[in-house]
């Protein structure tokens, strides 16, 4: 059978200075699968548009800001990940440019610029403390990993450096 994960997109929008990074804490929605925890911007790529399109549109409807200056840092598969054991397949950027002023809130929560060292003490996935240091080097090289989930908890985690 072939493989068909869900593709999406995960953005980290760095401050100018780069010190800090805008998360959503997904407060919001009492039936969010991502319910408290603090994340990316991003979601499902559409059917028309590429990973980049994808990305400028989730960041504009997330936090009504446009994004002048994209890296993709790299890819992460999620064999299991979804909430009934769905596949994805994660496109992960850093922006380091925008226009706009950031939004306080959208329909999913709140809208935080957090200190990056701070991040990892932030409840998250369990698994985005694996590939975030690989995301937040400003100096690093792309990755592309994969992080097998069961039951909502990572199970491993390998990647490979370009």
């Known amino acids: 059978m072939p493989y068909q994960p869900i593709v999406a997109t995960l953005g980290y929008v760095f401050s100018p200075d780069g010190r800090q990074v805008l998360l959503i804490h997904r407060n919001a929605n009492p039936n969010d699968q991502h319910l408290g925890k603090y994340n990316?911007?991003?979601?499902?790529?559409?059917?028309?548009e590429d990973v980049v399109a994808?990305?400028?549109?989730?960041?504009?409807?997330?936090a009504g800001i446009e994004c002048n200056q994209l890296?993709?840092?790299g890819t992460v598969n999620w064999p299991g990940f979804g909430k009934n054991g769905e596949d994805?397949?994660?496109f992960?950027?850093?922006?380091t440019a925008y226009s706009g002023a950031v939004l306080e809130r959208n329909p999913e929560g709140t809208l935080k610029w957090v200190d990056v060292e701070r991040v990892q003490d932030l409840p998250m996935w369990e698994g985005d403390r694996f590939f975030l240091p690989l995301v937040f080097d400003p100096n690093g090289r792309p990755f592309h990993g994969v992080m097998p989930y069961r039951d909502g908890k990572p199970v491993s985690w390998s990647f490979s450096l370009l």
């Open 54 to 62: 994808g990305m400028k549109r989730e960041i504009r409807e997330e």
């Open 71 to 73: 890296e993709l840092r």
């Open 88 to 90: 994805w397949l994660g």
């Open 40 to 48: 990316g911007l991003g979601g499902k790529l559409e059917p028309l």
């Open 92 to 95: 992960i950027f850093r922006i």
